[in-house]
């Protein structure tokens, strides 16, 4: 079947808009509209208008709704040559749209769509009958629990369900894609009706763009960024962000980890949050509060923010998600392309400008937090015991399944939210440090989170001794074995231990790589000099040119003399097994290991200061890049 033509791009030039478009044939097609196209701004200022006139502006005056108060008002359009319409502005004490590109004004106006198909180059976007024999009994039920939801989701499937055009490498390569990310690109295009252009545009222009969209085609007029926030400038949110429930420390058996599918999408749709509904003026919605904050929620309107997520979320975990899984390879880049503007969804409500919203961002955290504190308690009100919780997932000991099941009954009932079974580690290994563990699966296959040891900075030895360790606690199949499995490791590490002092090693299994953040010429000005450094300072002394963001590969040895300097790493090809400072890599091992040996009672002290400071040095180096 013929697609026509793809409208991919468009360019705003001297009043007239050039449009790009792939054809049936692979070929990039150009099309001018010969006819001049101004761009605007809506007012409701009636004072300025004969000002704006006399500078050659058009008015008309057309009905729009306001988002906050949904109230139909007559506001005037005031459209002019760019540079015009720039000086006018000044005139108006509030102007709205002012914000919003030329090209997707035009876009709007003249009902083309981005990614899209027409028959004849400048028309008006076509949309064929998508096949809804799936989607219909996927979605059916919402079109009486949610029909406004149901909407949104029906027009966004139909939108990503166009045939696709035949796009060549040679087309993908001309926009600097591969074949896989052209595809990406062009969903992205068709979802926010953004030009395919636009790939280094920040993420949070492609939310902007698709909830514009959607207000624009609902015939609101699109809140200026200072309503949008309610006036309010952002708010550090992120201390109480995310939940994080301490872990016990220690090894622990059969441990099943729930998950909250989409959790800040799904507190967005579930609790209707959207930056017209958060504390809205009505005064029956007061007591609809949000846990442990001072906000409310609109229990009348539907927020347009919180359907248009929720709808995205929707199509990707009941549709695409599962498309995907049945080999759909056009699905999953579907159902990529939703994740990623699912996974920035919460985060644009913090601090960007056209979306920012404090009260909004606080209380998706809130019912994020209140989600995984409730699941907490309800789980140790059916006997289960949860061991750790973070964000949105939930680490259980041992539970049975009819436990599990009652659980994600009882959640899904109350909060409305849906809880999983995630993945199921044989053993996990719980430090005292937040956010930091390791699973071990059935298959031994081992899952380290946030562990310092399983940095690709750690030297091979050091990781070699560990995945040995892993290896070991994998075995554990009782809690009877862990006695005999902690004098296993024991005996292990004294006799890597005992390598190192015989220096049976390779060189290169010692090595630090760390990434160079200074630039070179920062480096020879400072006076003190971390390890890394050292390390530069002899590369740059030898006449190597260092770039900045390159990895530095040294050795620890023996301290040594260097231009009067007490110098302790070497560049790694420079270093002999003799010069290797071998009680450090010993305390290393046992310091960098300690977040899994500690729940085990192993190496309790054996850390030393010098290990720390590197570790302070990878971290601090870790939050400049
Ligand atoms: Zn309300």
Not at 85 to 113: N, P
Not at 157 to 171: A, D, G, M, R
Not at 431 to 455: H, M, Q, R
Not at 541 to 548: A, S, T
Request: charged share 30%; net charge neutral.
């Amino acid at each position: 079947m013929s697609i026509g033509y793809t409208l991919l791009d468009a360019k705003y030039e001297g009043d007239k808009v050039t449009l790009f478009y792939l054809s049936d044939d692979g070929e990039i097609e150009q099309w001018l509209d010969n006819e001049d196209y101004y761009p605007y701004f809506y007012t409701l200022d009636e004072g300025s208008l004969e000002g704006a006139r006399a500078q050659g502006c058009k008015i008309v005056s057309e009905s729009k709704r306001e988002l906050f108060s949904d109230l139909k008002k007559e506001f005037y359009k005031i459209s002019a040559k760019e540079e015009t319409l720039s000086k006018v502005k000044m005139m108006f004490t509030h102007v709205w749209e002012d914000e919003v590109q030329t090209v997707e004004k035009y876009a709007f106006d003249k009902g083309m769509r981005f990614g899209m198909g027409c028959q004849r180059l400048g028309e008006r976007t076509r949309l064929e009958d998508v096949n809804t024999e799936v989607f219909d009994k996927t979605f059916d039920e919402l079109l009486e629990t949610d029909p406004v939801k149901y909407n949104f989701i029906k027009r966004f499937f139909e939108v990503i369900e166009q045939p696709l055009p035949e796009i060549s490498e040679n087309t993908a390569s001309r926009y600097g894609y591969d074949m896989e990310r052209m595809l990406e690109a062009l969903y992205l295009s068709r979802i926010t009706n953004s030009p395919i252009t636009f790939r280094n545009a920040p993420p949070s222009y492609f939310i902007k763009a698709l909830y514009y969209l959607n207000l624009k085609s609902e015939g609101y007029v699109i809140p200026t960024p200072e309503e949008f926030s309610r006036s309010e400038s952002p708010r550090g949110v992120y201390g109480k962000a995310a939940l994080v429930l301490k872990p016990e420390k220690g090894i622990f058996l059969n441990t099943y980890v729930l998950d909250y599918e989409s959790l800040y999408p799904s507190c967005i749709d579930v609790y209707n949050l959207s930056h017209e509904t958060v504390n809205c003026g009505h005064e029956q919605c007061l007591d609809n509060k949000v846990p442990e904050e001072e906000h409310h929620i609109c229990t009348i309107r539907r927020g347009k923010y919180s359907t248009i997520i929720g709808a995205l979320k929707d199509l990707r975990i009941k549709y695409y998600k599962k498309k995907a899984r049945n080999n759909g390879r056009t699905s999953k880049v579907v159902s990529d392309v939703l994740k990623m503007i699912l996974v920035i969804c919460y985060g644009v409500t913090i601090r960007i400008r056209g979306l920012s919203n404090p009260a909004l961002a606080e209380s998706i955290t809130a019912y994020s937090r209140h989600a995984l504190k409730t699941a907490w308690k309800y789980a140790t009100e059916i006997g289960l015991k949860p061991l750790y919780g973070d964000t949105d997932s939930l680490f259980l000991v041992n539970p049975q399944s009819k436990q599990l099941q009652t659980l994600i009954e009882r959640v899904k009932k109350e909060l409305k939210l849906d809880l999983a079974v995630d993945k199921k580690y044989k053993v996990c290994v719980f430090s005292s440090a937040k956010k930091a563990y390791l699973g071990i699966f059935e298959n031994g296959k081992v899952d380290p989170k946030g562990l310092t040891a399983f940095k690709s900075n750690t030297p091979n030895f050091v990781k070699k001794v560990l995945e040995e360790t892993a290896v070991e606690l994998s075995k554990i199949n009782a809690l009877e074995d862990i006695p005999i499995v902690r004098r296993r490791i024991l005996q292990l590490l004294k006799s890597r231990e005992r390598l190192l002092l015989e220096r049976r090693f390779e060189v290169e299994d010692m090595a630090f790589n760390v990434i160079l953040h200074k630039k070179p010429s920062e480096i020879i000005e400072s006076n003190v000099y971390a390890q890394p450094y050292q390390c530069a300072i002899q590369l740059i002394d030898e006449g190597i040119r260092l770039r900045r963001k390159q990895i530095l590969t040294f050795a620890k040895v023996k301290a040594f003399n260097y231009k009067g300097k007490r110098f302790s790493v070497k560049p790694i090809d420079r270093v002999n097994k003799d010069e290797i400072n071998v009680p450090d890599y010993i305390s290393n091992m046992y310091s960098m290991m300690n977040q899994v040996l500690e729940p085990l009672g192993i190496g309790k002290g054996a850390a030393k200061n010098e290990y720390d400071t590197l570790t302070r040095w990878f971290k601090e180096s870790d939050t400049q890049s």
